[in-house]
Protein backbone atom coordinates (compact mmCIF):
# COMPACT_ATOMS: atom_id res chain seq x y z
CA UNK A 1 0.00 0.00 0.00
CA UNK A 2 1.29 3.76 -0.86
CA UNK A 3 1.69 5.49 2.09
CA UNK A 4 1.89 9.29 0.90
CA UNK A 5 -1.05 10.99 2.83
CA UNK A 6 -2.09 14.49 3.25
CA UNK A 7 -2.80 16.08 6.46
CA UNK A 8 -6.56 18.12 6.04
CA UNK A 9 -5.97 20.88 3.09
CA UNK A 10 -8.47 23.18 4.90
CA UNK A 11 -6.87 23.40 8.39
CA UNK A 12 -2.83 23.81 6.77
CA UNK A 13 -2.28 26.81 5.02
CA UNK A 14 1.06 26.23 3.98
CA UNK A 15 0.23 23.21 2.17
CA UNK A 16 -3.54 24.71 0.26
CA UNK A 17 -0.95 28.14 -0.63
CA UNK A 18 1.50 24.86 -2.46
CA UNK A 19 -1.37 23.44 -4.12
CA UNK A 20 -2.89 26.24 -5.77
CA UNK A 21 0.08 26.07 -8.22
CA UNK A 22 -1.51 22.75 -9.72
CA UNK A 23 -4.75 24.11 -10.04
CA UNK A 24 -6.40 24.34 -13.50
CA UNK A 25 -9.20 26.87 -12.33
CA UNK A 26 -8.98 30.15 -11.03
CA UNK A 27 -11.80 31.40 -9.20
CA UNK A 28 -14.87 32.30 -11.47
CA UNK A 29 -14.05 29.48 -14.11
CA UNK A 30 -15.66 26.53 -14.92
CA UNK A 31 -14.28 23.47 -16.27
CA UNK A 32 -15.66 21.27 -18.92
CA UNK A 33 -15.62 17.76 -19.23
CA UNK A 34 -14.14 16.36 -22.76
CA UNK A 35 -16.26 13.67 -22.95
CA UNK A 36 -19.18 16.36 -22.61
CA UNK A 37 -20.95 14.64 -19.75
CA UNK A 38 -19.86 16.87 -16.24
CA UNK A 39 -19.08 20.92 -15.25
CA UNK A 40 -16.91 21.71 -12.38
CA UNK A 41 -17.32 25.77 -11.83
CA UNK A 42 -14.58 27.04 -8.90
CA UNK A 43 -17.61 29.13 -8.27
CA UNK A 44 -19.32 30.64 -5.19
CA UNK A 45 -22.95 28.53 -4.47
CA UNK A 46 -24.72 31.89 -3.65
CA UNK A 47 -24.03 33.44 -6.34
CA UNK A 48 -26.98 33.61 -8.63
CA UNK A 49 -25.41 35.21 -11.87
CA UNK A 50 -22.53 32.57 -11.93
CA UNK A 51 -24.46 29.75 -11.15
CA UNK A 52 -26.31 30.48 -13.90
CA UNK A 53 -23.63 30.59 -15.92
CA UNK A 54 -22.89 27.02 -15.27
CA UNK A 55 -26.13 25.50 -15.73
CA UNK A 56 -26.31 27.34 -19.04
CA UNK A 57 -30.33 26.76 -19.28
CA UNK A 58 -30.30 23.08 -18.36
CA UNK A 59 -32.40 22.01 -15.27
CA UNK A 60 -31.10 19.41 -12.83
CA UNK A 61 -33.23 16.74 -11.58
CA UNK A 62 -31.43 16.22 -8.07
CA UNK A 63 -29.29 18.49 -5.57
CA UNK A 64 -27.28 16.62 -3.21
CA UNK A 65 -24.73 19.44 -1.29
CA UNK A 66 -22.78 18.61 1.92
CA UNK A 67 -22.00 22.35 3.05
CA UNK A 68 -19.22 22.73 5.46
CA UNK A 69 -20.85 22.58 8.91
CA UNK A 70 -21.23 25.82 10.78
CA UNK A 71 -18.49 27.34 8.42
CA UNK A 72 -18.61 29.15 5.50
CA UNK A 73 -15.31 29.37 3.26
CA UNK A 74 -14.06 27.23 6.25
CA UNK A 75 -14.27 30.22 8.60
CA UNK A 76 -16.58 29.80 11.67
CA UNK A 77 -20.03 31.44 12.06
CA UNK A 78 -22.31 32.03 14.49
CA UNK A 79 -25.81 30.15 14.00
CA UNK A 80 -27.42 33.33 12.03
CA UNK A 81 -24.96 34.10 10.14
CA UNK A 82 -24.77 30.41 8.86
CA UNK A 83 -28.15 30.04 8.01
CA UNK A 84 -28.24 33.58 6.49
CA UNK A 85 -25.42 32.51 4.05
CA UNK A 86 -27.51 28.77 3.52
CA UNK A 87 -30.43 30.55 2.76
CA UNK A 88 -28.42 32.10 -0.26
CA UNK A 89 -27.70 28.83 -1.64
CA UNK A 90 -30.84 27.37 -1.69
CA UNK A 91 -32.42 30.31 -3.02
CA UNK A 92 -29.47 29.25 -6.19
CA UNK A 93 -30.19 25.85 -5.94
CA UNK A 94 -34.40 27.17 -6.48
CA UNK A 95 -32.56 28.31 -9.53
CA UNK A 96 -30.70 25.26 -10.86
CA UNK A 97 -33.09 22.86 -10.05
CA UNK A 98 -36.37 21.57 -12.14
CA UNK A 99 -40.01 22.63 -11.13
CA UNK A 100 -40.08 18.73 -10.30
CA UNK A 101 -36.87 17.79 -8.13
CA UNK A 102 -35.39 16.70 -5.13
CA UNK A 103 -32.91 18.18 -2.50
CA UNK A 104 -30.61 16.36 0.04
CA UNK A 105 -28.64 18.17 2.18
CA UNK A 106 -26.23 16.75 5.12
CA UNK A 107 -25.80 18.97 8.08
CA UNK A 108 -24.56 18.21 11.22
CA UNK A 109 -26.20 18.87 14.96
CA UNK A 110 -23.96 19.52 17.51
CA UNK A 111 -25.17 18.08 20.53
CA UNK A 112 -23.18 19.87 22.69
CA UNK A 113 -24.18 23.07 21.53
CA UNK A 114 -28.16 23.06 21.36
CA UNK A 115 -27.91 20.92 17.97
CA UNK A 116 -26.95 24.06 16.26
CA UNK A 117 -27.29 24.44 12.83
CA UNK A 118 -29.88 21.72 12.18
CA UNK A 119 -32.40 22.88 13.56
CA UNK A 120 -32.05 26.79 12.39
CA UNK A 121 -31.54 25.23 8.82
CA UNK A 122 -34.71 22.96 9.50
CA UNK A 123 -36.72 26.42 10.45
CA UNK A 124 -35.29 28.38 7.47
CA UNK A 125 -36.24 26.35 5.12
CA UNK A 126 -39.91 26.05 5.71
CA UNK A 127 -39.90 29.65 4.09
CA UNK A 128 -38.50 28.21 1.23
CA UNK A 129 -40.19 26.54 -1.80
CA UNK A 130 -39.50 22.74 -0.61
CA UNK A 131 -41.66 20.27 0.89
CA UNK A 132 -40.05 18.16 3.63
CA UNK A 133 -39.96 14.79 3.20
CA UNK A 134 -37.25 13.10 5.38
CA UNK A 135 -34.93 13.00 7.98
CA UNK A 136 -32.45 10.02 7.43
CA UNK A 137 -29.74 9.15 9.66
CA UNK A 138 -26.33 7.33 8.59
CA UNK A 139 -24.59 5.55 10.81
CA UNK A 140 -20.92 5.75 11.51
CA UNK A 141 -19.12 2.74 12.02
CA UNK A 142 -16.44 5.14 14.22
CA UNK A 143 -17.68 7.63 16.18
CA UNK A 144 -16.90 10.30 18.51
CA UNK A 145 -16.19 8.74 21.96
CA UNK A 146 -16.95 10.32 25.63
CA UNK A 147 -17.10 9.47 28.59
CA UNK A 148 -19.96 11.46 29.97
CA UNK A 149 -22.26 11.29 26.85
CA UNK A 150 -23.24 9.13 24.41
CA UNK A 151 -21.39 8.57 21.40
CA UNK A 152 -21.77 10.41 18.58
CA UNK A 153 -22.09 7.49 15.68
CA UNK A 154 -24.63 9.47 13.04
CA UNK A 155 -24.69 11.76 10.39
CA UNK A 156 -27.73 13.66 9.28
CA UNK A 157 -29.29 14.15 5.71
CA UNK A 158 -32.14 15.85 5.04
CA UNK A 159 -34.60 15.05 2.25
CA UNK A 160 -37.03 17.56 0.32
CA UNK A 161 -39.02 17.95 -3.08
CA UNK A 162 -40.91 20.41 -4.76
CA UNK A 163 -43.61 19.60 -7.33
CA UNK A 164 -43.62 15.99 -8.21
CA UNK A 165 -40.40 14.20 -8.79
CA UNK A 166 -38.75 10.66 -9.79
CA UNK A 167 -38.32 8.17 -6.65
CA UNK A 168 -37.44 5.11 -8.18
CA UNK A 169 -38.36 2.63 -5.40
CA UNK A 170 -37.09 -0.08 -6.93
CA UNK A 171 -33.71 1.07 -6.63
CA UNK A 172 -33.89 1.99 -2.99
CA UNK A 173 -33.24 -1.53 -2.17
CA UNK A 174 -30.31 -2.57 -0.24
CA UNK A 175 -27.49 -5.39 -0.67
CA UNK A 176 -29.02 -6.32 3.25
CA UNK A 177 -30.55 -9.74 3.12
CA UNK A 178 -34.14 -10.62 4.79
CA UNK A 179 -32.98 -11.96 7.54
CA UNK A 180 -35.48 -10.76 10.81
CA UNK A 181 -38.32 -12.61 11.64
CA UNK A 182 -41.67 -11.68 12.97
CA UNK A 183 -45.32 -11.21 12.77
CA UNK A 184 -46.42 -8.67 10.05
CA UNK A 185 -50.20 -8.64 9.75
CA UNK A 186 -53.56 -10.20 9.07
CA UNK A 187 -54.62 -10.42 5.22
CA UNK A 188 -57.47 -12.80 4.90
CA UNK A 189 -57.36 -14.91 8.21
CA UNK A 190 -54.08 -15.70 7.56
CA UNK A 191 -51.25 -13.80 9.66
CA UNK A 192 -48.10 -13.71 7.64
CA UNK A 193 -44.48 -12.62 8.24
CA UNK A 194 -42.63 -9.61 7.59
CA UNK A 195 -40.51 -11.66 5.23
CA UNK A 196 -43.55 -11.90 3.33
CA UNK A 197 -43.86 -8.08 2.89
CA UNK A 198 -42.53 -7.70 -0.76
CA UNK A 199 -41.43 -9.92 -3.39
CA UNK A 200 -37.79 -8.60 -2.77
CA UNK A 201 -34.54 -10.72 -1.06
CA UNK A 202 -33.41 -7.61 0.63
CA UNK A 203 -34.52 -4.60 2.80
CA UNK A 204 -35.45 -1.30 1.43
CA UNK A 205 -33.52 1.32 2.63
CA UNK A 206 -35.57 3.40 5.18
CA UNK A 207 -34.00 6.78 6.74
CA UNK A 208 -31.58 4.95 9.26
CA UNK A 209 -28.96 3.47 6.92
CA UNK A 210 -26.03 1.06 8.91
CA UNK A 211 -25.07 -0.66 5.67
CA UNK A 212 -22.41 2.17 4.19
CA UNK A 213 -19.01 2.22 5.45
CA UNK A 214 -17.75 5.43 6.77
CA UNK A 215 -14.64 5.85 4.43
CA UNK A 216 -11.31 5.52 5.75
CA UNK A 217 -7.31 5.44 4.50
CA UNK A 218 -7.45 1.79 3.91
CA UNK A 219 -10.62 2.00 1.63
CA UNK A 220 -9.75 2.37 -2.12
CA UNK A 221 -11.91 5.70 -2.43
CA UNK A 222 -10.09 7.66 -0.11
CA UNK A 223 -8.79 10.95 -1.18
CA UNK A 224 -6.47 11.76 1.55
CA UNK A 225 -6.22 15.63 2.58
CA UNK A 226 -9.98 15.86 1.92
CA UNK A 227 -12.05 16.48 5.55
CA UNK A 228 -15.58 14.28 6.55
CA UNK A 229 -15.85 12.34 3.28
CA UNK A 230 -19.13 11.12 2.06
CA UNK A 231 -19.04 7.41 0.66
CA UNK A 232 -19.76 6.76 -2.82
CA UNK A 233 -22.41 4.32 -1.45
CA UNK A 234 -24.81 7.05 -0.43
CA UNK A 235 -24.02 9.08 -2.94
CA UNK A 236 -25.24 6.71 -5.34
CA UNK A 237 -27.92 5.42 -3.03
CA UNK A 238 -29.80 9.19 -3.56
CA UNK A 239 -29.08 9.68 -7.65
CA UNK A 240 -30.67 6.21 -7.84
CA UNK A 241 -33.46 7.01 -6.19
CA UNK A 242 -34.56 10.48 -6.72
CA UNK A 243 -32.87 10.66 -10.80
CA UNK A 244 -33.03 9.06 -14.10
CA UNK A 245 -29.67 8.24 -16.27
CA UNK A 246 -28.57 11.00 -18.44
CA UNK A 247 -30.01 13.39 -15.53
CA UNK A 248 -28.55 16.33 -13.92
CA UNK A 249 -27.26 16.51 -10.50
CA UNK A 250 -26.00 19.41 -9.15
CA UNK A 251 -23.37 19.41 -5.73
CA UNK A 252 -22.63 22.86 -4.88
CA UNK A 253 -20.12 21.61 -2.49
CA UNK A 254 -18.20 18.83 -4.63
CA UNK A 255 -14.83 18.98 -2.01
CA UNK A 256 -13.86 15.61 -2.88
CA UNK A 257 -15.84 14.56 -5.66
CA UNK A 258 -18.06 11.67 -4.46
CA UNK A 259 -21.33 12.53 -6.11
CA UNK A 260 -19.17 13.45 -9.51
CA UNK A 261 -18.16 9.51 -8.96
CA UNK A 262 -21.23 8.17 -8.50
CA UNK A 263 -22.65 10.15 -11.18
CA UNK A 264 -19.73 8.64 -13.92
CA UNK A 265 -20.62 5.11 -12.41
CA UNK A 266 -24.38 6.12 -12.85
CA UNK A 267 -24.65 7.72 -16.25
CA UNK A 268 -25.84 10.72 -14.64
CA UNK A 269 -24.38 14.37 -15.48
CA UNK A 270 -22.75 16.20 -12.53
CA UNK A 271 -22.65 20.24 -12.04
CA UNK A 272 -20.44 20.21 -9.28
CA UNK A 273 -19.10 23.65 -7.96
CA UNK A 274 -16.78 23.75 -5.01
CA UNK A 275 -15.28 27.73 -4.01
CA UNK A 276 -11.50 26.66 -3.44
CA UNK A 277 -10.06 26.07 -6.73
CA UNK A 278 -7.98 23.08 -4.99
CA UNK A 279 -10.82 20.81 -4.22
CA UNK A 280 -12.11 21.64 -7.74
CA UNK A 281 -9.00 20.41 -8.66
CA UNK A 282 -9.15 17.45 -6.55
CA UNK A 283 -12.71 17.21 -8.04
CA UNK A 284 -11.04 16.88 -11.70
CA UNK A 285 -8.66 14.70 -11.26
CA UNK A 286 -10.39 11.98 -9.35
CA UNK A 287 -12.73 11.83 -12.36
CA UNK A 288 -9.69 11.47 -14.50
CA UNK A 289 -8.15 9.01 -12.47
CA UNK A 290 -10.82 6.37 -12.04
CA UNK A 291 -11.51 6.93 -16.16
CA UNK A 292 -7.84 6.10 -16.11
CA UNK A 293 -7.50 3.05 -13.82
CA UNK A 294 -11.54 2.22 -12.80
CA UNK A 295 -10.22 3.74 -9.13
CA UNK A 296 -12.35 5.15 -7.24
CA UNK A 297 -9.95 7.25 -5.07
CA UNK A 298 -6.06 6.96 -4.11
CA UNK A 299 -6.31 4.90 -0.96
CA UNK A 300 -3.47 6.35 1.14
CA UNK A 301 -1.90 7.97 -1.66
CA UNK A 302 -3.61 11.42 -2.58
CA UNK A 303 -4.07 13.62 -5.76
CA UNK A 304 -1.22 15.18 -6.01
CA UNK A 305 1.65 12.54 -5.97
CA UNK A 306 3.70 13.60 -8.59
CA UNK A 307 3.85 16.76 -8.37
CA UNK A 308 4.44 16.52 -4.62
CA UNK A 309 7.34 13.58 -5.51
CA UNK A 310 8.93 16.17 -7.77
CA UNK A 311 9.26 18.59 -5.65
CA UNK A 312 10.79 16.59 -3.16
CA UNK A 313 7.75 17.31 -1.01
CA UNK A 314 5.45 14.37 0.28
CA UNK A 315 4.12 15.80 3.10
CA UNK A 316 3.42 19.13 4.28
CA UNK A 317 3.14 18.97 8.21
Same mark, same amino acid.
Given at each position: ?91 ? *???? @????? #?????? /????? &??? +? ?73 ? *???? @????? #?????? /????? &??? +? ?103
Amino acid at each position: MKNLPLPRIDRNSRLHEHLQRYCRLAPGEIWRDPEGKHRIGCLDATDEARISRLMAGAKATLAIHDPPYNMVAFDSAEPAGFIAWCSRWIDC *TDLA @LDEDG #SLYVWL /GADQN &DHF +QPLADFMIMMRSKPFRSRSFITMRNQRGYGTQKNWMAVRQELLYYTRGNPVFNIDAAYTDIPKILRGYYKDIDGK *TTEN @LQRSK #SKNIRA /GNVWV &DIQ +QVFYRMDENVNGCYAQKPIKSCERIIRASSNPQDVIVDFFCHSGAALIACELLSRRCFAVDIDPVFCEIAIRRLEHFRRTGKTGWQNGNPFEAELAEDKVVQIS
